[in-house]
C-alpha cells in the first residue's frame, strides 16, 4: 500500500499549495512542480510499473483521480488571474492624456532684473543692498532732502511708526518710511565702504500712489553709485549708454535731457529712441519718438559730508531706474499691475 499512501501524500501536498497561486509566476511554479514532464505526478505514473499486478487498477484509479483534480485546480487558478489582468487593464485608459509637469519660470521682473545685475557686473560693479523699511535720515535728509522741504513732495511717502526693537535705532528720531526709492542704499554704502565704491542697488520701493495702469504702491528699482577720483559726467554718459545698448540692443540711442534730484548736480533724465515705432511716433512713446528709462546725475558733493568721504578728494555719479517701467517697455506690456496679479495666463508668456 506504499504507493496508495504516496498519492495520498502528494494530494496533501498539491491542496496545500493551491490556496497559494495567486500570481503568475507561482501558478507557474505549482505547474512546473506538480505537471511538467519531470513533475511529481509524472514521477508517480513512473513508478506504475513497479506495483504488483492486483493492485494496479485501484492505483492508477487513484493516480488518474489526483491529476485530474491537480490539473483543474491549476486551469482555474490560471483562469483566475487572467480575469483579473485584463479588469486591470480594461480599467486603464491608455487613450486619456498624461498628467502635465509644471515646469516654473522666473518672473518677468526676476529676469529683468537679472539681466540688469549680468550686464553691470560685466563692467565691475558690485551689488548691495539695504533695509525697506528705512529712516528718515536714510531715505531723506541723507541725500539732501532736508525736513519740510518741498522736494519730499516728489514721493508720496508711507510712514510708519517706529515700534519694537527691530529697527535700526541709529536714526530713529525722525521716524521711519517705507522707502520711497532706492537712493538711500547709497548713502548706508557710502557710511560703511571708503571711496572707491562702485556698485548696484536693486530692491523694493513703495509710494502712496492711486493705483492706476501707470502706477503701483510698490516696485522695484536698480540704483547705481560710482565714485572714485576724478569722475566724470563723460563716464557717466559712456556707461549709460553702454548699459542701455546692452539692454534693448546695440541700435538704441540714448539721448540726455537736464533734470533736477536733490541729491545730483547736474541731473539728467535720460531717455532710449523709441523701438517700437523706431522713432516716428507712437502710443507708448506719447508720440514723441523718446521713452524715458532712468534718472541720473553727478552726485552732489553735500551728500559727501553726510558720510565721512572729502568733497575735495572724490567725484562720483549715480543713477537709479524703475523696473517694471523697464519690463513693460522691453515686453511691450501696457498695465504695471499686471506683474502683481499673478495671472498664470499672463506669467506664462515669459
Ligand atoms: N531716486 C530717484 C527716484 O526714485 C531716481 C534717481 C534719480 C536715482 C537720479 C538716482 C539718480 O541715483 O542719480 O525718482
Partial sequence: MAMLDEIAKLKEEANAEIGQMNSAEAIENFRLKYL?????????????????????????????????????????????????????????????????????????????????????????????????????????????????????????????????????????????????????????????????????????CYRNEAISARAYCMFHQVEGLYVDKNVTFGELKGTISYFAKELFGTNVKTRFRPSFFPFTEPSAEVDVNCFICGGTGCRVCKHSGWLEILGCGMVDPNLYKFVGYDEREVSGYAFGMGIERLAMLRYGIDDIRLFFDNDLRFLNQF
Fill in 36 to 204: 511538467s514532464r519531470r513533475g511529481l505526478l509524472a514521477q508517480l505514473f513512473e513508478k506504475i510499473k513497479e506495483v504488483p499486478k492486483e493492485e494496479k487498477p485501484a492505483v492508477g484509479k487513484s493516480l488518474n483521480e489526483l491529476r485530474a483534480f491537480v490539473e483543474s485546480e491549476f486551469e482555474s487558478a490560471k483562469k483566475k488571474i487572467e480575469n483579473h489582468d485584463s479588469q486591470t487593464r480594461a480599467m486603464i485608459d491608455l487613450t486619456v492624456p498624461g498628467r502635465k509637469r509644471y515646469v516654473g519660470r522666473k518672473h518677468p521682473i526676476t529676469q529683468t532684473l537679472d539681466e540688469i545685475k549680468k550686464i553691470f557686473s560685466g563692467i565691475g560693479f558690485g551689488i548691495a543692498d539695504g533695509p525697506d523699511i528705512e529712516d528718515d535720515y536714510h531715505n531723506f535728509e541723507a541725500l539732501n532732502f532736508p525736513p519740510d522741504h518741498p522736494a519730499r513732495d516728489m514721493q508720496d511717502t508711507f510712514f510708519v511708526e517706529a515700534g519694537g526693537g527691530k529697527l535700526a535705532p541709529e536714526r530713529s528720531d525722525r521716524g521711519y518710511v517705507l522707502r520711497t526709492h532706492t537712493s538711500g542704499v547709497q548713502i548706508r554704502v557710502m557710511e560703511q565702504n571708503k571711496p572707491p565704491v562702485r556698485v548696484i542697488m536693486p530692491g523694493r
